[in-house]
């Protein structure tokens, strides 16, 4: 393996560094190249002086190759060890970096391939079922919206998505998620969110969502009964990776008015497996 070459040391100049006297097109050039944080810089030039290293690093050769010094160097590691980034490999040893970075590029790539992989099976949904499909997932603590089809062409006016992204307690697609995250993460959600009354249906108390949430469990889908929008009925269940995990969640919605207990049958049996079905493939490598 060839041996990394230490990267130059170079200077970030800040904007104040620009002479306040300079005109014209020098000015101009000068402050288009001076646009960028220089503390973020460096602890990016770590990263690839790290990513280049085959073995463990000392501070002192980091700080070499950065061409920082040990005082400035040491705080950037210690900040990307404390976010994750870099591993400390002992005294003797020196710094690493972890495996954070592939972590969020293999999450990256999932939320990316998963409308993908699940698009020819909802829009199959949406035209059995004459309605609305979406599929969502929860990004920290907001709900989103990964993917909306409706092809024959039977349209409910829905919730703005923004307000969705904080509603995951009044919509099905959210609730089909919440049932089976800890009880931290809900409350977490909670927390963060609240429990914004949308109607006169939308659940507002811990207590009563909880039990709700249990009911999802039980049944293995949830419901928005106008909880979120009045006239609007929506159902929704999970999506499961290959190690179990509930990843996403696909819903279908309708007008009230359609909502009788045959047709709210029908919808259940056609979201549940069209999510038992995207499960599957996901357990077996998304084949």
């Known amino acids: ?3 990394s070459k230490p990267y130059p040391a170079t200077r970030v100049r800040d904007l104040d560094d620009v002479p306040t006297e300079a ?27 790290l990513a280049a290293a085959p073995d463990a690093l000392a501070l002192g050769d980091i700080a070499e190759r950065a061409g920082l010094n040990a ?5 950037l590691v210690a900040t990307l060890v404390e976010r994750g980034y870099v591993l400390n490999a002992g005294r003797n040893r020196g710094y ?21 992989f699940a698009r020819s099976d909802l829009v199959e949904l949406s035209g059995r079922l004459g309605l609305s499909v ?24 829905e919730a703005d998505e923004v307000v969705k992204m904080r509603a995951s307690h009044a919509t099905a697609t959210g609730k089909a998620i919440l049932a089976w995250l800890p009880e931290s993460q809900i409350l977490k959600v909670i927390s963060e ?14 207590v009563d969502l909880m039990e709700d949430l249990r009911w999802v469990r039980r049944n293995g889908f949830a419901v928005d009964n106008e909880e979120l929008r009045l006239g609007v009925v929506c159902y929704g269940a999970a999506l499961r990776d290959e190690k179990g995990t509930v990843v996403a969640s696909v819903s279908a ?31 077996l490598g998304r084949s």
């Open 1 to 3: 393996m060839t041996e």
């Open 134 to 157: 979406q599929l969502a997932e929860m990004q920290g603590t907001s709900l989103v919206t990964r993917f909306k089809t409706n092809v024959a062409g039977l349209h409910v006016i």
């Open 23 to 49: 005109v014209g097109g020098v000015a101009e050039t000068a402050e288009k190249s001076v646009r960028r944080i220089q503390s973020v810089e460096r602890a990016l030039t770590i990263l690839e002086i």
């Open 71 to 75: 005082s400035t160097c040491h705080h």
């Open 96 to 116: 690493m970096l972890s495996s954070r970075l592939q972590e969020l590029t293999d999450v990256s790539a999932r939320k990316t391939d998963l409308s993908d």
């Open 193 to 206: 969110n609240g429990l914004e009354r949308f109607t006169e249906h939308t659940i507002t108390s811990v």
């Open 253 to 283: 919605s309708f007008p009230v008015e359609l909502a009788k207990e045959e047709y709210r049958e029908h919808v259940v049996q056609e979201v549940t497996a069209c999510a038992r079905k995207l499960s599957d493939r996901l357990r």
